[in-house]
């Protein structure tokens, strides 16, 4: 099993940036694959980014270009870095950790407690 807790996220203005931490303990890190969802409100989570087999990197069509999801094994870390915010992408956002490649399909089994992310514009 793994737990994850997560910090970062806030209010902020329309074309800033915020960086969402995911701190994970427990189980081996780097054997799990890794994500990031955001829930609106009345809607179903939906997947931001993910970090599939080799590193390799996915993204919604709505954040590409302006998101970007890192992970560091040695410190246990998944990052979310989130540049040119918009209104748009006020949302809670998760972090998720699954053994199974799931990619940007919300099935992970492990999540993150959520945080809340504002852009006013």
């Keep these: 099993q793994v737990q994850l807790l997560q ?10 940036s915020l960086r969402l931490s995911c701190a ?6 780097s054997t799990y694959y890794m994500g990031w969802f955001r829930q609106f409100p009345g809607k179903e989570r ?6 599939g087999s080799g590193g390799r990197a996915s ?10 999801i890192s992970q560091d094994n040695a410190k246990n870390m998944l990052y979310l ?5 918009k209104p748009e992408d006020t949302a809670m956002y998760y ?12 099935h992970y ?4 407690q959520g945080t809340q992310v504002t852009v006013s514009s």
Excluded: K
């Excluded at 994970?24 to 890190?29: V, Y």
């Excluded at 870095?81 to 915010?85: D, E, G």
């Design 95 to 106: 972090c998720a950790a699954d053994r199974v490649e799931w990619g940007l399909l919300r």
């Design 59 to 68: 993204y919604a069509d709505s954040v590409r270009g302006r998101f970007t």
């Design 24 to 29: 994970a303990s427990g189980d081996s890190f």
């Design 7 to 16: 910090s970062g996220g806030g209010s902020v203005q329309s074309g800033g």
């Design 81 to 85: 870095q989130m540049n040119s915010l």
């Design 109 to 112: 089994t492990y999540w993150g």
């Design 46 to 51: 939906e997947g931001v980014a993910a970090i």
